[in-house]
Structure formats: C-alpha cells, structure tokens
C-alpha cells in the first residue's frame, strides 16, 4: 500500500468527526462509541485484509460507506421491499454528497470524487472491480459483526428465509469475497446459515 496523502489523511479525519456525531452509542470492550465509528472502522480493517493494495479512492469510499447513516432513518420510509430500495438509494445519495463536499475541502479533483462516488454507490457491480471490492468488504463486514444480531433480532424467521436473506447478500460477492467470509471464525450455526445460503 502507498504511503497516504496528506489530504487523504485530512479526508478520513474529516470522516471520522463527523460519523463520531453519531447519537447511537455501541458499547466495544466496555466502551461506548458511536455507531458509525465502528463501522467505518470494521471497514477499513476489512479492507485492509482483503484488498491492501486498495486505491485511495477505495479506501475513502470504504470509510464513507455510512457516514451519517442515521440522518436517514430506515421507519421514515414505508415497510417491504419498495420502502426498503427507496432507503437504500437515499442513503446512497446522501453518502456521496457528504463525502464529495469532504473531498472537495481537501483539494480533490473532480474524477477523482466522481470515482468514490461510483464505488460507494457499487455502480457496474461485478464489472468495475473497485465497486466489487467494496461490496465484498460490505459483506464480510456484516457477517462477521452483524449477521447474529440480525439472527437474534429476527427469531420469528426460520431457517430458510434466514438463509435465503443471506443469499441475496453473497450472490453480490464474488469468490474472494466467499472465501473471506467462510474463513471468519464464527460460530457453528452462522457457519451453517451461509453454507446452506452458498447453495
């Protein structure tokens, strides 16, 4: 990996302030933190590990990939499939304009914030490899923190429409994304929810 730029290193500050606005508290070895703290740091972690050639631009796009999440609240928009796509998008949008504002700020060129925008919005995905590379990372990154939680808080789901939730997620991967996720040491249930999801 290339030694990071100064106005990198000035973007992820940037980053990291504003997602520590975060109200949601998460509590980590004992600790309190927001939320989306958490996350985008899982995010770069991940990335590090799958990808640690990763461009700048993937890499800012990866600490984006949630910032300010919770502006956007999932129950503002209706319940099923279509209130849940018109969440997604919207959080989507507002994603890539605070992260190109940032950018801008810290002297950016345009192609260069129009490529972290395409990444964070997974645009061409499964033919431009850096939008693939983040999806994957998403993925991984939800596996191996948050897929129990979502087990735990969706017990009125049996096995197959877990598993089936699930495959949605990995038909987005790709094989380096599978095996990194097969190779988390996870408990022995989660391990057979995404085995019978890789079916």
């Known amino acids: 990996m290339t030694s990071p730029s100064s106005r990198f290193r000035a973007a992820i500050a940037e980053i990291d302030a504003t997602n520590a606005k975060d109200p949601r508290q998460d509590v980590i070895a004992g600790k309190p933190r927001p939320r989306e703290v958490i996350y985008s740091e899982r995010m770069s972690d991940c990335l590090s590990r799958l990808y ?3 461009s700048e631009a993937l890499r800012l796009a990866a600490r984006a990939q949630h910032i300010c999440r919770w502006q956007i609240p999932r129950d503002k928009y209706p319940l ?13 949008d507002h994603h890539a304009a605070l992260t190109s504002a940032i950018m801008r700020r810290h002297g950016y060129a345009e192609h260069d914030i129009a490529q972290v925008v395409k990444i964070i919005r997974k645009e061409q995905l499964k033919r431009d490899p850096e939008s693939q590379a983040l999806e994957n990372v998403v993925a991984v990154v939800f596996v191996d923190h948050y897929l129990d939680e979502f087990v735990a808080a969706h017990k009125d789901y049996d096995e ?12 987005k991967m790709d094989p380096v ?17 995404i085995g019978i999801a890789l079916k």
């Open 160 to 171: 197959e429409k877990l598993a089936d939730i699930l495959r949605k997620t990995l038909r």
């Open 52 to 54: 640690p050639e990763a």
């Open 177 to 193: 994304g599978h095996a990194a996720a097969l190779g988390l040491s996870l408990p022995e249930p989660t391990r057979r929810l």
């Open 80 to 92: 099923g499939r279509e209130g849940y796509n018109a969440w997604r998008s919207a959080c989507r």
